[in-house]
């Protein structure tokens, strides 16, 4: 069991959920920790309490007897069949981004692309090519599912992949009182949920209606056209041609280009990342997380279903193969920060520049919003504010916000900034400990620090001993659309697959 302590005073004298529980039950009303305290002494009473309890507090754990292992048996069956007799199969999941409904209300949530289809705002009723097929269906047609007697009205999404007679509903959205945010965005998939069928049900009807639905999604395709901006292989093709990754496309030599190639001499740091195609799983966790550092707004959903997100770092999945049993690969996609950049030759006021150190950076109060940087770059990563989108925060909204990152006005370009203001903490720091060099590992921007798999690698290219330097020397290294010579700061490490003959070929 744990103790968790709270971090700040409460808001506009403000009481918590235990005190306002206490003042409705009992007389008089006590203080939340008095509350916490007592409890805990009732429940574990001693009589060295006072003892434990500051050792609890000062630990945050309360130690547990460990209980006796229960044996238990593994029931191996052959896997569950659907009975076309009897309609389609529904399948229920909570959303990938607020589960069950209980985050409904979180803006950032609700605008974070979810990991597959990359719909924003919304919930579909997953369905595959086949049954589109079948059914004469498009994404974003309006169905009417019947399920027990139970009716339902929801847009679909034919997702490669989906088993052939099986409808995908995620639930959590569609409630009508959650707040500003959450209320009724979606549809309601509890509609169809019964006590009998909590995670599955065989006899779904499904029937068109001429109704249309339209989605709001980051992403409109889906496949990589010959392109080379993801690159994988396998093992074996690795093991006979270690270097297949750098040599999809040529790369121009470093003088080949009308930039000075020695413009920048760099004794000091010069800044990098690398992103492991193989550890990427695709969760979204970056993206959210340089939205809590970096101040990004939300704009809506009808911004979004324009272009119009400003997410600073996105998750692009692409498919390969055939629609019913695809291969699906996910790749982010932050600032490249070219040494090349072609987005700071085109703007009139110098606004996007570049620093010593390696850095694209965005000047915010020179930027009279042109958009020319946004035109000329390849990777599609830079945000345009075309709102004034946080004139009206609440007090307790701005407390919400990173003092040490520039809350963005109307008109401004912006991008990602590798987390400069964390660059510049860790630089403080060495000049303070007696003017050292930042060691590796010392910086960690927010999307290196909140992925679950530590699939993404920053430091110090010009530290030969680095992590990143090491990532950067592998053959699998490339860069996306390094042909163009914009020479990105940001590069990748190719995908491996080691596939079981046997499997693929049965």
Known sequence: ATIIQPLIEPLYAGVTAHELIEALIRQPVRSAFEIV????????????????????????????????????????????????????????????????????????????????????????????????????????DVVELEFRGRKLRAPVWIQPGQSRNSVTLHFGNGRR???????????????????DAVWFGDGLILRKTRAKHEFATTQHHHAIEGRHMFRAGTLAQFSTDPDFASQVTEMPKRDETLYNPDEFKRAGYAWGMVIDLNACIGCNSCTIACQAENNIPVVGKHQVSVGREMQWIRIDSYFSGSAETPELNHQPVPCMHCEHAPCELVCPVGATVHDDEGLNLQVYNRCVGTRYCSNNCPYKVRRFNFFELNSKLSATEKLGKNPDVTVRSRGVMEKCTYCLQRINAARHVAELDHSRAIRDGEIIPACAQACPTEAITFGDINNSNSRVSEFKRSPLNYGMLAELNTRPRTTYLAKLRNPNPELANS
């Not at 500051?54 to 238990?72: D, F, K, S, Y």
């Not at 029931?75 to 959303?95: A, I």
């Not at 965005?185 to 169809?192: D, H, I, K, R, T």
């Open 177 to 195: 009182k959650a707040g500003r945010v959450g209320r009724a965005v979606g549809f309601n998939a509890y509609e169809l949920r019964t006590s």
């Open 37 to 140: 305290r007592e409890s805990w002494r009732a429940a574990k009473p001693s009589s060295d309490f006072e003892v434990d309890w500051r050792r609890a507090l000062n630990h945050g754990v309360v130690p547990q007897p460990v209980p006796e292992p229960i044996a238990a048996s593994i029931q191996t069956s052959t896997s569950r069949g659907v009975n076309s007799s009897k309609g389609l199969e529904v399948l229920f999941r909570p959303d990938p981004n607020i589960l069950d409904g209980r985050y409904a209300n979180n803006a950032w949530l609700q605008e974070m692309p979810r990991p597959i289809t990359k719909i924003c705002w919304d919930n579909a009723a997953m369905i595959s090519p086949q049954l589109a097929k079948q059914e004469a269906l498009t994404t974003g």
